[in-house]
């Protein structure tokens, strides 16, 4: 199946990422445009868009940019989210090999909107290859006058950066990133103050998805309603899925918001490998709550139909566990991987993903007995809601949506362990 | 007048200046959120997760150290989701916290214990071993770090970061790993450490001076000033009156030293402790020095001064006794006898100018500016160059030498009291027991401490008051105020 691509326009083409194949489709003739515009009129063309967040959490990009206070003679700065750290998630790196020029355009008008004249791209650290594609891409739009002081005469000033931690899951979280772009420990920061007043070296600070920079082109250039023609009302426009497990074909596929699931995996996917079964999905990153099959049947991909089935769309990474997965050793994974990223911060988090981890380690060594599962819940279930950041509810959601549709299989394990304490 | 805004609190209306927080506007209404990270005296780090309340119309709990009252605002810590929630804050903090509390110094002042008491009371539900983590750390003069016993409130990394600004400590590896710690090749080196352990809401950081020495139930507290510098800071002495003994001295908050106060005045209570303390008066007037009662030498000290001319007599007054204190003193020697030879006994290394951008000053005695108002106000000049050589050479045949409270802010005391061993007869009134090694000194009366009489101060900010005296460690010791009336009294009777 053939979709019709925004962001990996240029998938598969001959020198894909350069910036002359960039330019051949059309490439940088939106910043053009945008700058002759209002940067209010943009605002408002990116919110008549419907854009959402492609990080994760769904949030307007246009009422996000619009937070940004007015200009005080000081710097602000902009910020691409390219740490793409949730277990299942490879949409980001993907697009930072695909399609690098895009990233810099969506951030070149995203900068000219707000009043950024210093744009960073933060990566994580394990993207070494892509880190090359991306400070070679850095490096051509300088070359071509498309970064730097009064780009193309235009007046506009951007300077662009390429910036990588050290691995760290949480600085994948806005203001994570912001603690470790300025050399700290990567912890997320108290809030408010939010970034948009005050960030990155405690000024207005507007840090977004690398997927959502690649759509500001687009709009900028066809408009809010040729954007809103894919996808749905709530959910317009494209997304990247990156969509794992015993597939057929499992990969990246840029689809419109509210395809069907279930064609994803049939059609595009090709349907399950060695005729295994579908046991359960995980929608949108390691974080978010199971799908079952009768969920798999009827779900489309879109924020709010994954809102409704009590899920998310998160940041479309879907990861498909099959009937022959233990759902235990499932578990094991996910908590070990909160309880290993926590930055350990708040004390919910620090303890409760710890917790977790213990819990389920202790299933599988046979020192829990079934008292253990509806503990798990327990914990998860206090751990929700309470903490600066949202890492704590990731690691909570996965264990109490295992409890709640595996507890059973959870259980038989333990008693086939023989521990009944 | 600033913007108040009005919001309900428990039910209550309750109105703040705009921009105070919910947790702060709780403590000024009396109402108690319990809290470990949030500290009046350092920024919000708003990670200890325990100070949830509830405000209506948003879906999940607040923190109330970072949420600022607004008009209207309807806000409960009492509903059961609230209590829920500190139950299960407090659970969290404590799964991993070894309960050492039988070993632990902070036992009977621990805000995990008090908080078990007020918001716990549960059974664990925690199953799994602990995270182990390094223990008894020497991590500076003062300090002993317990990184096992420490809930990670950032409380003491925010103390460097933002009090001292010496960034010694951080919080290191993460997740339930994370453990605090100081910097590779980095040590508490400042004069503030042990406001860590009074901030340290846990047994985390413990006093080497404190530490094991006793159970904090056992003793009493008393408001008073430390004697240690012109600053003055507002501190509580903790001691065991039974037993004649103090223990140690915390900081009281107050708009001279806020919450805090330096290591050097913790220190200054141990020269009212039995070891040490010249436990009896010393009469060397009929024949060779011996103990003798209070009393009876100031009886001797009494027929030696009516057998002394004025003119022969001199005063050296030390600036670390209290107002009442001199008031009594010159009133008796100047205005009544007419002694006109009075010097100030000073430390000459002083640089009484100095100040450490903190608390601590250069002027290391509780009194100066009081002494020299004292002075002043009968009629003599505030002399403080030479005062040792002046006196040598006055000539003076009857010395009263009020030697400084605190031997140690007096680094030259040694050399300073051979100087008098010229003199032919030094009456020596001190609370040092070391003044019995000087063989110059022929009398001495035992003089109680700061935190055992009433009288005040003049520090750098004004008017100091000693208000709540323990009764004297040592019943021989007397305060200049009793000393000059029990010495009036014999005069009268010569």
């Known amino acids: 199946m053939t979709h019709e691509k925004i962001i990996l326009a240029t998938e598969g083409k001959e020198n894909q990422r350069s910036i002359d194949t960039y330019l051949a489709n059309g490439g940088y003739t939106a910043i053009k445009k945008a700058a002759k515009m209002d940067r209010k009129a943009i605002i408002d063309l990116v919110k008549a868009s419907g854009l959402r967040g492609r990080g994760g959490a769904g949030f307007p990009t246009g009422l996000k940019w619009s937070f940004v206070p007015p200009d005080d003679g000081k710097p602000k700065y902009l910020i691409c989210n390219n740490d793409e750290s949730e277990p299942g998630t490879f949409k980001d790196r993907h697009i930072s090999s695909v399609n690098p020029h895009m990233i810099i355009e969506g951030m070149l008008i995203g900068g000219y909107t707000v009043g950024a004249e210093k744009g960073y791209i933060y990566s994580r650290w394990e993207f070494q290859l892509e880190i090359g594609y991306l400070e070679q891409a850095i490096k051509e739009a300088y070359e071509a006058g498309f970064l730097g002081q009064n780009i193309f005469g235009s007046g506009i000033n951007f300077e662009l950066d390429h910036y990588s931690g050290a691995g760290a899951y949480i600085c994948g979280e806005e203001t994570g990133l912001i603690s470790s772009l300025e050399g700290k420990k990567g912890q997320p920061k108290l809030k408010p103050p939010f970034p948009a007043l005050e960030g990155y070296l405690r000024r207005p600070t507007v840090v977004n998805n690398t997927e959502t920079f690649c759509n500001i082109p687009h709009i900028i250039t066809h408009g809010a309603e040729v954007f809103r023609r894919y996808g749905t009302e709530k959910s317009p426009g494209t997304k990247l899925f990156s969509i794992s497990g015993a597939l057929n074909r499992p990969g990246v596929y840029e689809v419109p918001l509210g395809y069907s699931l279930k064609k994803l995996i049939e059609e595009d996917c090709g349907g399950l490998k060695d005729g295994k079964k579908i046991k359960a999905v995980v929608p949108g990153g390691m974080s978010a709550p199971l799908l079952m099959p009768a969920q798999v049947e009827t779900a489309t991909l879109d924020y709010e139909c994954m809102q409704e089935m009590g899920s998310m769309l998160g940041s479309g990474a879907i990861m498909i566990i099959d009937d022959q997965q233990d759902v235990v050793d499932l578990l094991r994974i996910t908590t070990d991987f909160f309880a290993h990223e926590s930055c350990g911060q708040c004390t919910p988090c620090r303890e409760g993903t710890g917790w977790l981890k213990n819990l389920v380690n202790g299933i599988l060594e046979g020192t829990e007995g079934p008292a253990a599962v509806d503990r798990i819940y327990q914990v998860a279930d206090h751990m929700e809601g309470r903490t600066i950041c949202a890492l704590s509810d990731a690691a909570a959601w996965p264990a109490k949506s295992y409890v709640k549709n595996f507890g059973e299989e959870i259980k038989a394990y333990i008693e086939k362990k023989g521990n009944r304490a | ?494």
């Open chain 2, 1 to 494: 007048m600033s913007e108040t805004v009005t919001f309900k609190l428990n039910g209550k209306d309750v109105s703040v200046p705009k921009g105070w927080t919910v947790m702060k506007a709780a403590a000024k209404e009396g109402v108690e959120i319990p809290h470990f990270c949030y500290h009046e005296g350092l920024s919000i780090a708003g990670v200890c997760r325990f100070c949830m309340v509830k405000v209506e119309g948003r879906p999940k709990l607040e923190i109330a150290c970072n949420l600022q009252a607004t008009e209207g605002m309807v806000v409960s810590t009492t509903e059961d989701e609230v209590k829920e929630a500190h139950k299960w804050a407090l659970e969290f903090h404590l799964i991993n916290h070894p309960l050492d509390c039988p070993i632990c110094d902070q036992a009977g002042e621990c805000s995990l214990q008090d908080y078990y008491m007020s918001v716990g009371k549960y059974e664990s539900e925690m199953t799994r071993p602990k995270v182990l983590k390094p223990k008894a750390l020497d991590v500076g003069d003062q300090l002993v770090l317990d990184t096992e016993r420490c809930i990670l409130c950032s409380r003491c990394v925010r103390f460097e970061e933002e009090i001292t600004k010496t960034d010694a400590l951080g919080i290191f590896n993460r997740g339930d790993r994370a453990t605090i710690g100081t910097y590779p090749d980095k040590r508490l080196e400042h004069n503030y450490q042990t406001n860590l352990v009074d901030i340290c809401p846990v047994g985390a950081f413990t006093s080497k001076d404190f530490r094991f020495k006793q159970r904090v139930w056992f003793l009493k507290d008393k408001k008073a000033i430390c004697p240690g510098c012109s600053t003055g800071c507002e501190v509580d002495v903790y001691g065991k009156p039974e037993d004649s003994h103090y223990y140690r001295i915390k900081p009281r908050h107050s708009e001279v030293n806020g919450h805090w106060m330096c290591d050097k005045g913790r220190y200054y209570y141990d020269h009212m402790n039995p070891v040490g303390r010249l436990r009896k008066a010393i009469s060397g007037i009929e024949g060779s020095r011996k103990f003798v009662d209070t009393d009876e030498a100031i009886a001797d000290l009494a027929r030696k001064i009516s057998n002394s001319s004025v003119s022969d007599m001199a005063l050296l007054v030390s600036p670390q006794y209290t107002n009442e204190e001199y008031a009594a003193l010159l009133e008796f020697f100047v205005t009544q006898m007419g002694v006109k030879n009075v010097y100030q006994w000073r430390e000459p290394t002083e640089s009484t100018e100095d100040f450490d951008g903190i608390l601590y000053r250069g002027d290391h005695n509780a009194n100066t500016a009081g002494l020299a108002a004292a002075l002043k106000a009968v009629g003599l000049e505030n002399n403080i160059e030479n005062q040792f050589d002046d006196l040598a050479k006055s000539g003076a045949k009857l010395v009263v030498a009020l030697a400084p409270e605190l031997s140690s802010t007096y680094p030259s005391l040694k050399e300073q009291i051979n100087k008098l061993e010229e003199l032919p007869f030094v009456s020596m009134w001190t609370i040092d027991g070391k003044v019995f090694e000087y063989p110059g000194i022929n009398h001495a009366i035992p003089m109680k401490g700061f935190a055992e009489k009433k009288g005040s101060f003049i520090g750098h900010s004004g008017v100091r008051k000693l208000e709540q005296p323990f009764p004297a460690g040592n019943e021989h010791a007397r305060d200049l105020v009793e000393t000059v009336e029990a010495l009036t009294k014999v005069m009268a009777h010569l």
